[in-house]
Structure formats: structure tokens, C-alpha cells
């Protein structure tokens, strides 16, 4: 019998409903829309923050001392990493977070009397990984923000030249010049990064290697990888990984976390010291930690006026039907039977809503994915049920306030006329 | 005929269904019952009259335990009301006391047959037959899939009253059965409260209508909220 007077109370008030329904509906799609971007747009913001540089610099265990207060290091420049060992990054516990790196070797040549910077790195070069995959790696795999004004060199004379020195050498694109013991270089691109490459020219990594006589060698390597915000746990580990406990530690190191993935090349690459460039890592976790938790007040707003929406249609189906609830507690019904036939109307609503919501948010989601990323995201298909939950409650808890009305209301009074 | 509507053959012994000792009901610094004392046996027909404002309304919710008094005592059954929960007040409603509306109050969205079995739901079960054996006992068999907004006042009426017999209640208390009715349809409603009676019904109706006075076997009336006579 409840769910028979259920479904004709249903059907008898649709209009009403609808409108409730709508109500959940929309915050359960901004919410199903929300839980699909806040965990498809964090992977795609490190992609895109990735862009801004790397996050992890490799240098050999020598280059990370410092002596006294001063940060005296007398080994500076001295120590080298082995060019061959680079593949073995690629090949830690997340080897599918590291998305690109180059290595960098500085030497000095001679250009017009003057002695200047030479960089050797790799600007974009296929590798074999111990595993048998290619790989693409090179500086424009971890520097996307190089303003590069020509082409980015192909052939092996072919250099870039720092924005300040082009300037100063006044050389552009398409011009050649002797570079000492490098020989004649032909300017393909000039690059502007805002850092020590400005005053540079920046060439293959053999030509460096030549140069610096130290072949085989890497002086850095800078990583790009994708990793997860920072939390208590890893600046624990940071600190002190030794301090952890075994749980801790195994949470932490299969964690994402850029101290972890460093600590993982670190064991990979001989001789290694690998560090976190905070300030690229941290302003990251910033970035998607703040938009989470925009995206959170967003969804709890939504959620919130839907309640007070449910809670103002039931208000007002509670005084259209006050005859009715009266005539109910008149015959004898218990007020957890009027209340069960109310709040089930208001679950229905709630899972309907929630469901019809949690489509509409995926499809919403995969659209403002492509408009913003150029392709969809992933749907969280756990966020489905949690979605429809969150709107069943907040239905719920729509008809509280109704309840609490349906408790007050004297069945005298709504019988004889009075209300 | 199933139990649920099986009517009594005989009168039971007399005893008191209700009785009202002293009973008063105030609003405020006005009484509208005041001292009002009298029993109704078992079986018994009883027609409460007066003029607007004698305070009929207001002791036919406290007899149906729907408000409660400010004074005095009201027994159902021997058993005393007083201090009662909401709860068991509603436990009372459902098990003891058939109510009869002047607006009759069916359920506007369920049909004929499903006001019935709503009542029998509060009460224990919904039993379908027995349901539908108790709108053929008023004579509307044939309309028990019908809504009310499809039945006449008269037919809307006779629903109440099968609902208010469903479930074999010591008590039919009636506010105005035929208010709202046409001649021909208080004609049907008297004879079907005639025949209760008749069947061993303690009913108990509140009423302007003479006629009822005449079928009753007792009238009290009422006048500022006290009995004026009883006979």
C-alpha cells in the first residue's frame, strides 16, 4: 500500500516535482561535471604547468655539496654524470610520469675575443629505453616557455644564440660565426628563457662535449614529470624519509609526489642527486590545490541551493497538501509513516535527479575538457554513484524542514477549514 | 462477508463506551465546553445539536481524541485519555474510533477501493476484498475503482463511511454525515446510519439537521458550551 499511495502521490503532483527534480539535477551535473575536472584537469594542468619548465634537476652527488656558511663547493663543475645512464630515468617506479628531460653540459668558446657560454644539450633526439621503447627527449620536452625567434637547429652546426648575446654580437637567424675550438656555427633560432641561456649559445650536446673535452659526460639533467601536490607526508619524507614509518613510507613512495620520483632517480642513476625545483613544484601543488578547492565551494553552493529548491517545493506540496496529511494522522497514521511516504518522494526525486545530473556533468565535463584542453577527460565512474548519493542527502535533507512542518500540523485544524 | 465487515447481530451488554466527566476545553481565556459530563453506552445513537458556537465541533474532537481537554475526564472504552502521547492518541484513532467528515476528506489522488485500504494499512494490513466487500456493503461495488472527483457527494459520502467502518471500530463518530448533501443523498446516508444502528453501532453525530434528531434514540444539546439537555 505505501507504494501504491507512493506512486499516485507521485504521478498526481509531476509538475512539482519536475521542478525539484531539476533543481537536483542541475548541482548533481555541476557536481558530476566538477569530480570529472578536478581529477581530469589535474593531470592535464601538470601537463600544461609542465610546460613552464622542469621539475626535477639531476647533477652528480659532488655538484650538491656545500662547505660553510658560505656554500663553498670546490668540486663545482668538476663532477659529471654519464650520458648512457639517462635512459635509467625513464625506467623507475613512475617511469610514465616522466614525460621529458635533456641534459645539459656547459663549456666555454672564444667569439670575437671574447670568451662566452656554450651549452650542449639535446634539442629533440628519439632514445631507447631499457625496455625497448622509444622515447622522445631534449629540451623542448622540458622547456616549452623558450621563446625561440627562427627555427630550432636540425643540423649538427646549427645553434641557438641566447637573445642577450645575439644582441651583442649582433647576429640573427640565418648568420654564421667562428666559435673557436667549435668551429663555424650557423645561428638558427634565437631564444629568449629569461635565464643564464640568454647570455649562451646553445648547441648539440656532442659539439659541448668536443668542446669541454669530456665526452660521454652530462654536467645536469633536468626532468619533467607529472606529480601530485605536496602534503604533510611529503615534506615529512623530505625532511627525513629515514623518520617514516614502513606504512608511511610505502604510501609515500608510491605517491607521485615529486620528492618521491626524485628519490627514485636518485636509486636509478649512478652517482645522482636528484632535486625538486620547488619553486616549479610547489607553485604547481598551489595551482591545483587552490582549484580543487574552488571547485569544492562551487559544488557545495550547488548542492546547498538545491537543498533550500527541494526544501521549498516540499514546503510548499506540505501546505498544498495539508488536508491530506491531516486526514492521514486523523485515520490513525504514525507520523513516521506520513514522514516515510514525504522523504521517499524526496529520495525518488534525489536519485532521479542525481542520476539524469551525473550523466549530463559527464558530458558536460568531456565538453569544457575539449574546449579548454583540446580533448575530453576521463569520467571517474566511481563519482556516478557517489554523485546520485550526495543527491539523494541533499534531497533528504531538502525535506527536513517540510518534515518538521508535517510533525506541527494539526489534523484539527486542516480539517475543519482553518488552514 | 469477510471479518473486517462482519456487523454485530445483537447489542452488546451496556456499557459505557464513552464517558465524560466534568470535561472542559478552553482557548484562551474563552471556554468552550465547560463541565460537560455524561456516558453513552454500547450500541447507542446519539445525536449531538446546537446552535453555531455551542461548542458541538469541539467536543466531537475531543471525543475522537484529536484535541484534548483542559479539564476534566474523558474515558474511551474505560480506558482514560488524559495524558496520552500524540502517538498513542493515534494508536486510539485507528483502532477504536470511526470518524465521518462533513467534507468527507478522501484522498483525492487514490481511488475509492485505495482510500479504503490506506485506513486498513494504518490499521494492520490493506486486504483488498475486504476492502471492496465493505463499499458493496454501501451499496458502490461498482465504483470502487472510481476517484472522488468521479463520485457524487452522496457516493463520496458512503466511501467515508465504509472507511470509517473498516476496521471494526467500538466508536463512529460523525461530524455533519449529510452537511453536504442533497435530499436524496441524506435520505441514502440516514437509512445506511439507520441500519448501523440497527446492526448494534455505537455512533455518535454531530448535527443541525432535525431529522437525525428524530432517527436518533438520544439527543444532547449543547448551549454556551454546556450541556442544556439530554434525553
Known amino acids: 500500500m505505501f507504494w501504491r499511495v507512493l506512486r499516485q502521490s507521485f504521478l498526481e503532483g509531476r509538475r512539482r516535482k519536475v521542478l525539484a527534480g531539476v533543481a537536483v539535477c542541475l548541482a548533481a551535473t555541476l557536481g558530476m561535471a566538477l569530480a570529472t575536472l578536478s581529477v581530469g584537469v589535474g593531470d592535464r594542468m601538470a601537463q600544461e604547468l609542465r610546460s613552464y619548465g622542469a621539475n626535477i634537476r639531476v647533477v652528480p652527488k659532488g655538484e650538491s655539496l656545500s662547505l660553510g656558511s658560505l656554500g663553498l663547493n670546490p668540486l663545482k663543475g668538476r663532477e659529471t654524470l654519464a650520458e648512457d645512464d639517462l635512459p635509467q630515468i625513464k625506467d623507475i617506479f613512475w617511469r610514465n610520469n616522466i614525460i621529458g628531460l635533456a641534459p645539459f653540459l656547459n663549456a666555454e668558446v672564444e667569439v670575437s675575443g671574447a670568451r662566452v657560454p656554450l651549452v650542449g644539450t639535446w634539442f629533440r633526439r628519439d632514445i631507447e629505453l631499457p625496455d625497448g621503447d622509444p622515447f622522445t627527449v631534449g629540451v623542448r620536452t622540458v622547456a616549452a616557455h623558450w621563446a625561440v625567434a627562427g627555427a630550432w637547429p636540425e643540423a649538427d652546426d646549427e645553434v641557438l644564440l641566447g637573445a642577450a648575446l645575439a644582441r651583442r654580437l649582433g647576429l640573427g637567424p640565418g648568420a654564421a660565426f667562428d666559435a673557436g675550438a667549435a668551429g663555424r656555427l650557423r645561428v638558427a633560432g634565437v631564444v629568449e628563457t629569461g635565464g643564464d641561456e640568454d647570455a649562451a649559445i646553445i648547441a648539440d650536446l656532442a659539439l659541448a662535449q668536443a668542446v669541454a673535452g669530456l665526452p660521454g659526460r652530462v654536467h645536469a639533467v633536468e626532468v619533467s614529470a607529472l606529480t601530485v601536490p605536496e602534503n604533510a607526508l611529503s615534506t615529512r619524507a623530505r625532511h627525513d624519509a629515514d623518520k617514516l614509518t614502513t606504512a608511511e613510507y610505502d604510501t609515500w613512495y608510491c605517491t607521485a609526489y615529486v620528492s618521491a620520483i626524485a628519490h627514485q632517480i636518485e636509486e636509478a642513476v649512478v652517482n645522482a642527486s636528484a632535486r625538486p625545483v620547488w619553486k616549479v613544484a610547489a607553485g604547481e601543488g598551489a595551482v591545483i590545490g587552490k582549484m580543487q578547492v574552488l571547485l569544492a565551494v562551487v559544488t557545495l553552493a550547488a548542492f546547498a541551493s538545491a537543498a533550500m529548491g527541494v526544501s521549498a517545493l516540499m514546503t510548499a506540496t506540505v501546505v498544498e497538501r495539508a488536508r491530506e496529511i491531516g486526514l492521514m494522522k486523523a485515520l490513525g497514521a504514525r507520523l513516521a509513516e506520513i514522514n516515510g511516504q514525504f522523504l521517499a518522494e524526496a529520495a525518488l526525486i534525489g536519485a532521479a535527479g542525481g542520476l539524469a545530473g551525473a550523466g549530463l556533468g559527464a558530458l558536460l565535463a568531456q565538453g569544457i575538457g575539449r574546449m579548454v584542453f583540446g580533448q575530453g577527460l576521463a569520467v571517474p565512474w566511481i563519482a556516478v554513484p557517489l554523485v546520485t548519493l550526495a543527491a539523494v542527502l541533499v534531497a533528504l535533507a531538502g525535506a527536513a524542514m517540510p518534515a518538521r512542518a508535517i510533525a506541527r500540523l494539526a489534523p484539527v485544524e486542516v480539517l475543519h477549514g482553518k488552514r | ?231
Open chain 2, 1 to 231: 462477508m469477510t471479518a473486517a465487515v462482519s456487523l454485530r447481530a445483537s447489542v452488546e451488554p451496556a456499557r459505557p463506551v464513552i464517558e465524560l466527566r466534568g470535561l472542559g476545553r478552553s482557548f484562551g481565556t474563552v471556554e468552550a465546553l465547560r463541565e460537560v459530563s455524561f456516558a453513552i453506552p454500547s450500541g447507542a445513537f446519539v445525536a449531538i445539536m446546537g446552535p453555531s458556537g455551542s461548542g458541538k465541533t469541539t467536543l466531537l474532537n475531543l471525543l475522537s481524541c484529536l484535541d484534548r481537554p483542559t479539564a476534566g475526564e474523558y474515558l474511551l472504552d474505560g480506558i482514560p485519555t488524559a495524558g496520552m502521547s500524540e502517538a498513542e492518541q493515534a494508536r486510539i484513532r485507528r483502532e477504536r474510533i470511526g470518524l465521518v467528515f462533513q467534507q468527507f476528506h478522501l484522498i483525492p489522488y487514490l481511488t475509492a477501493l485505495e482510500n479504503l485500504m490506506l485506513a486498513q494499512h494504518y490499521h494492520s494490513v490493506a486486504d483488498a476484498a475486504a476492502a471492496r466487500a465493505a463499499l458493496e456493503r454501501v451499496g458502490l461495488g461498482h465504483r470502487a475503482g472510481h476517484r472522488p472527483s468521479q463520485l457524487s457527494g452522496g457516493e463520496q459520502q458512503r466511501v467515508c463511511i465504509a472507511r470509517a467502518l473498516i476496521n471494526e471500530p467500538s466508536l463512529i463518530l460523525a461530524d455533519e454525515p449529510t452537511g453536504n448533501l442533497d435530499e436524496a443523498n441524506e435520505t441514502v446516508v440516514m437509512d445506511l446510519f439507520r441500519q448501523l444502528h440497527r446492526e448494534g453501532r455505537t455512533i455518535v453525530l454531530v448535527t443541525h439537521n432535525p431529522a437525525f434528531g428524530e432517527v436518533a434514540e438520544r439527543t444532547i444539546r449543547l448551549a454556551h458550551g454546556r450541556v442544556e439537555s439530554d434525553r
